[in-house]
């Protein structure tokens, strides 16, 4: 295995005449994120991750992507691959001759074992909170020669943001909400990226209980949990995956009592959306400043 | 039997009027009252909805997949003359978990569909072991061992389609840890036909268990047809198996140890054993579901609980009854 890696680095070493991307002019090389120095500006990258990939097209960075791993699947140009993320397989991954390579966690020694065939990989580990998002923005746009892009759409997305969130009228009492994140009630709490989002709205999120930490932020909860809390929004981040709506959330046991089936406040959010920290968290920010806006009109 | 029908009682009740939503148990009794008397409710309508929609036929799936798993185990030790055999041998719940996995791979949104792929793919892998066994000798050794190859090769069927598929790990993990959170009377009416007719077959037949122990051809001199006797065995047990394991997901251990308790305290006669067993599973799952749903803010998955409680205490039994359980 070591020895066929050696081989596909062998093979990266030859010079990429096919590569028609060109490098931008005003790029400055080196930059250094972390602990990671890039002498040239990539031209040939590889993205293991969704969100990466996301904010490498929305930079501009497009051009010079050559794979996105299997799950990174927006925007549709992505030169999408069966490339898997969550094993990646340092020879295939060579195989692309990449080099650079984006990944969201150094999974079984991954950055060791492409570093073998001269491939430099970037870990951008999982956003904590939207600040974390934005200073993924600019280190991708620094480490892509797209430096002054990657500021530009943190600025614009964290003023977008705050936008949206100013803009929505803050509820006459507090509104508490459920997040599922599948059918078996995993939840977020607001230790969570998603769960720091939803906070910004002043929500009170009923998986938090008396600790936001618990279970690592991705509790599941108990039905009967559930229902006592009543929550007066619920969002559903398993619609496109799990076909759950207002009307399959109306069918479960019990749940027919509850204010927000009642009310109508079950809200589909869209759940790669709801799952990257990406540029298009503003959509998810969006989403969520309308339920509460609908719920505020109603009350 | 009369302490095993009291101590199921017990737990029923305690199942009842103690869950996650902490509605007072007094609240509670008091509903139940006012149900039964058509009086005056102390428990708004959403409670009533926790009390009879979720936590009442939790409960009593709880009992019936713990009554169905025991029995089941039971019946498979007796027909193996094996202490080690159990309601997942030959095949059941890799069978059930290759099945439940496609269909998570192949269509996520379609998980409406797993358990009854569960339950076809549990009677399949029991099917395809019998068939292999058969078809390789006529022994109950050699039933197993095809069991067993049977399990190992669904089991990697179930690894590969996973591996086509990795954004659906979680579902897949959390269903074959068992769980009986999302359950309602829906899995009640679902599983109650299989696991009831299994539950008659068995009980009935469990003194056969006790012919065949004497050995083959004792058991055929007594007019006893001991190849048909132990084919109604097992398609019995693997129903109800099949059934439990579609509305809870694999749940480990129960059909092992409760099966081994009552023997220490009842005697191995199968007369005996079988209808215990079906008791002492019910309660013993009844009570590892309470704590799976109780114990933490979240839920615990039931079949963690069941291998917590059940696996030292299997290794304190086997060491205690060295000898006694053959």
Same mark, same amino acid.
């Given at each position: 295995m070591s020895l066929l890696v050696l081989l596909a680095g062998c093979a990266s070493h030859q010079p990429d005449e096919d590569s028609s991307a060109r490098p931008d002019t005003e790029a400055v090389f080196p930059v250094t994120i972390g602990s990671v120095t890039i002498d040239r500006q990539p031209t040939r990258i590889v993205s293991l991750s969704p969100s990466a990939t996301e904010t490498l097209f929305a930079l501009g960075a497009g051009p010079h992507v050559v794979a996105v791993d299997s799950? *990174?699947?927006? +925007?549709?140009e992505a030169p999408h691959?069966?490339?898997?993320?969550? *094993? +990646?397989?340092p020879e295939a991954i060579a195989g692309y001759r990449p080099d650079l390579v984006i990944a969201s966690a150094d999974t079984n020694g991954l950055s060791a074992a492409l570093a073998k065939t001269g491939v430099q990989t970037l870990v951008m580990p999982d956003a904590k909170t939207l600040d974390d998002a934005y200073a993924e923005f600019v280190e991708l746009g620094k480490a892509t020669g797209h430096q002054a892009e990657g500021e530009s759409l943190a600025r614009q997305t964290h003023s977008d943001i705050d936008k949206i969130v100013a803009d929505t009228p803050k509820p006459a009492k507090p509104l508490s909400f459920y997040y599922e994140l599948d059918q078996t009630y995993y939840s977020v709490t607001s230790k969570t990226f998603i769960g720091q989002v939803l906070a910004r709205f002043g929500l009170t999120n009923i998986a938090d209980g008396n600790d936001p930490s618990v279970s690592g932020g991705y509790p599941q909860l108990s039905a009967e949990r559930i229902l006592q809390a009543n929550p007066d929004l619920v969002f559903l981040a398993d619609s496109k995956c799990c076909g759950q709506n207002a009307q399959t959330v109306a069918a479960r046991p019990g749940w027919n009592t509850l204010t927000a089936v009642k009310d109508g406040q079950v809200f589909a959010l869209d759940d790669d959306i709801a799952s990257r920290w990406s540029p298009r968290v503003v959509e998810l920010v969006r989403a969520v400043a309308d339920a509460v806006t609908r719920v505020n009109h109603a009350g | 039997m009369l302490a095993a029908v009291l101590a199921l009682l017990v737990v029923l009740v305690l199942g009842i009027l103690i869950g996650a939503a902490d509605l007072g148990w007094h609240r509670v009794l008091g509903e139940i009252f006012a149900e039964v008397t058509g009086g005056r409710s102390p428990l708004s309508a959403r409670e009533a909805a926790i009390v009879w929609q979720l936590r009442v036929p939790r409960v009593l799936l709880a009992g019936l997949v713990g009554a169905a798993l025991a029995m089941s185990g039971a019946t498979f030790q007796g027909v193996f003359r094996n202490?080690?055999?159990?309601?997942?041998?030959?095949?059941a719940a890799a069978g059930a978990g290759m099945a439940a996995t496609i269909v998570v791979v192949a269509a996520p949104q379609a998980s409406g569909w797993v358990p009854p792929a569960a339950f076809v793919g549990a009677l399949g892998g029991v099917g395809l072991s019998w068939l292999l066994g058969r078809s390789a000798g006529t022994g109950t050794a050699t039933l197993l061992l095809a069991g067993v190859a049977v399990g190992s090769f669904l089991s990697a069927v179930q690894t590969f389609a996973q591996q086509l598929n990795t954004e659906t790990i979680r579902q897949v993990y959390t269903w074959l840890l068992g769980g009986l959170n999302v359950s309602g009377w829906r899995e009640v009416l679902i599983a109650l036909p299989y696991i009831g007719v299994a539950a008659v077959i068995l009980c009935v037949c469990a003194r056969l268990l006790d012919v065949l122990s004497l050995g083959d051809a004792e058991a055929a001199s007594l007019g006893v047809h001991p190849g048909r006797v132990r084919l109604l065995l097992l398609a019995a047990a693997s129903l109800a198996t099949a059934a439990a394991v579609s509305v809870s997901g694999l749940i480990g251990f129960v059909g092992i140890v409760v099966p081994h308790v009552v023997r220490l305290l009842a005697g191995a006669s199968y007369r005996v054993v079988v209808p215990l067993s079906l008791l002492g599973g019910a309660v013993f799952l009844i009570a590892a579901d309470q704590v799976a749903r109780t114990i933490m803010p979240g839920e615990l998955p039931l079949g963690v609980v069941t291998a917590f409680a059940g696996a030292p205490f299997f290794v304190f039994v086997l060491r205690s009854s060295r000898g006694k359980v053959s």
């Open positions: 799950q *990174s699947d927006y +925007p549709p691959t069966a490339l898997s993320a969550l *094993s +990646p397989d | 202490p080690l055999a159990d309601p997942y041998l030959l095949g």
